[in-house]
């Protein structure tokens, strides 16, 4: 074994070169840097392990991990070119994959597998220098004139000389590296140099325009001189043209005082006539309010005796038409109260409790009856599931065919708030109102049942209770929707 001590200096750089622990090809086992030997008492691994493989033996683990990184790429790239040939066998578990990969794939990406591969499997080492033996002699070369392909042919057979054609590898990795440093030191210079010719340059041309722009300075200072003089004459001219304008302002300003006391005294004079036919005003305003006061009194008086006259007559009226049965509305050809009241409007345009469909023949039997249908309400409480327009359709007719046979007068009302389009005449004997625009359909069945008489029998159908109850203090008979609905359909 040769010490340290006695190791040739060549050596001794490849021993400090590592390869750094984020590159592809470093293993895990390779060795830190600080972790080397004291030169005095260590042996050198290069030595120790060319001799190892010499005799056979497996390389040492340090010794591979103390390589270049060209010499480990050369390696790798031979691993890569020989898995095609080599048999699974010799193969390492983590080599294998890479054998199904392309030839170019198998370096770039396993380059460190590969490496790992040949430091630490002997057989793998063994199969690997077969192959090259028998397709690419040219890797084994150690007299290649490539100083790389020589010192990886020599690692990978284990050759004596392996150890100084690395150092000689490192050394001239060294020379490189220290010879670009040397250029890149140059062109820096060369740089400096340059750039201090060029702020040379630059300190020329500044101390040139300086001394140009004081000489123009001089003569703008002169220019700027005499101009000032100019303006400090303009000045004292215009200040003496101020103080003119001054003392007629201020005689302008006195004059403006007398004539704005001569108004406002005028003004004052104004206020207290104004102030004298104000009130001559107010006088006969009150004495107007209390001629229409006594004018309104006396027109509500006979307004009053003309109501009680009127609703003398009307009961008078309705108790002989009662007692008579007459059916003058059901012949007349004019117009009915329903057709008077605002907020429905046609299709152009838009107390008792009755529990049963016998009580509401009964009511539909009175003379001059009026029946009044609250329209969804009744339609989505018998049919729900068709579509709207079919079920006024479907309700205008049945209402239809009852007025046919019991002929009485019968008025429907929908809400026209959802209202497209409807058809623009009824079937006779049926009135159809829609509620206008911002109007509730309760609100024009409430309507129509106060357009009513008093006495004329008005029967309401409909389940809201808040309209029912509405229209039962207004004398109306509300009946439910389900009650027409069952009246409807016995036919």
């Known amino acids: ?34 972790d080397q030997p004291d030169e005095t008492t260590a042996e050198d691994p290069v030595r120790t392990g060319i001799a190892e493989v010499t005799e056979g033996a497996a390389a040492p683990v340090g010794y591979w991990g103390a390589l270049p990184d060209a010499v480990r790429l050369r390696l790798a790239d031979v691993a890569a070119s020989a898995l095609g040939r080599i048999p699974g066998s010799a193969m390492p578990a983590p080599v294998r994959p890479l054998a199904r990969f392309a030839l170019a794939k198998r370096a770039r990406l396993g380059g460190q597998v590969l490496f790992a591969g040949l430091r630490d499997s002997p057989p793998f080492r063994a199969a690997v220098i077969d192959w090259a033996r028998t397709y690419q002699p040219e890797s084994l070369d150690i007299a290649a004139a490539d ?30 590296q220290l010879r670009a440093e040397r250029d890149a030191a140059l062109a820096k210079v060369d740089r400096l140099i340059m750039e201090n010719q060029r702020l040379r340059g630059e300190l020329d041309t500044a101390r040139k325009a300086a001394q140009c722009a004081g000489a123009a300075g001089e003569a703008e200072a002169s220019r700027l001189r005499s101009r000032l003089r100019e303006q400090g004459m303009r000045l004292r001219a215009a200040l003496d043209r ?13 004059a403006a005082r007398r004539a704005l006391a001569a108004a406002q005294t005028q003004r004052d004079r104004e206020q207290e006539r104004a102030e004298v036919a104000s009130k001559r005003a107010e006088r006969a305003v009150s004495e107007a309010e209390a001629a229409r006061q006594a004018v309104r009194e006396a027109r509500d008086a006979d307004e009053v005796r003309l109501a009680l006259l009127v609703d003398t007559m009307a009961g008078a009226v309705a108790g002989l038409r009662r007692e008579l049965a007459l059916d003058d509305h059901s012949t007349s050809q004019g117009s009915q109260p329903a057709d008077l009241i605002r907020g ?28 009044v249908v609250d329209g969804y309400n009744v339609t ?15 309700l205008i007719g049945q209402l239809a065919a009852l007025a046919a046979r019991t002929r009485v007068e019968v008025t ?23 509620s206008d625009a911002g109007v509730l359909a309760d609100d024009v069945i409430r309507a129509l049942v106060a357009a ?17 109850a509405s229209v039962r203090r207004r004398g109306a008979y509300p009946v439910p929707s389900a009650v027409l609905l069952a009246r409807l359909t016995r036919g």
């Open 242 to 254: 101020a103080d003119e304008a001054a003392a007629d302002r201020d005689a302008e300003l006195t």
């Open 344 to 371: 429905g409007s046609p299709p152009g345009g838009v107390s008792g409790r009755v529990d049963d469909a016998v009580a509401l023949d009964r009511l539909l039997a009175l003379p001059v009856v009026h029946l």
């Open 380 to 394: 989505k409480t018998g049919y729900p599931d068709i579509t709207l327009s079919d079920q006024r359709d479907r």
């Open 147 to 176: 100083a790389v392909s020589a010192a990886a042919a020599a690692v990978l057979l284990g050759a004596q000389s392996a150890a100084e054609l690395v150092a000689e590898v490192a050394r001239r990795h060294s020379e490189m």
């Open 412 to 434: 429907v009302v929908f809400d026209g708030a959802a209202v497209v389009a409807v058809r623009s005449s009824a079937p006779r004997g049926v009135r159809v109102l829609f």
């Open 452 to 468: 009513e008489p008093r006495g004329r029998p008005v029967v309401v159908v409909t389940s809201d209770q808040a309209v029912a």
């Open 1 to 34: 074994m040769l010490q340290t001590a006695t190791t040739p200096p060549m050596v001794r750089v490849v021993n400090l070169i590592s390869v750094p622990a984020t590159h592809p090809l470093a293993g895990p086992d390779s060795p830190d840097p600080t």
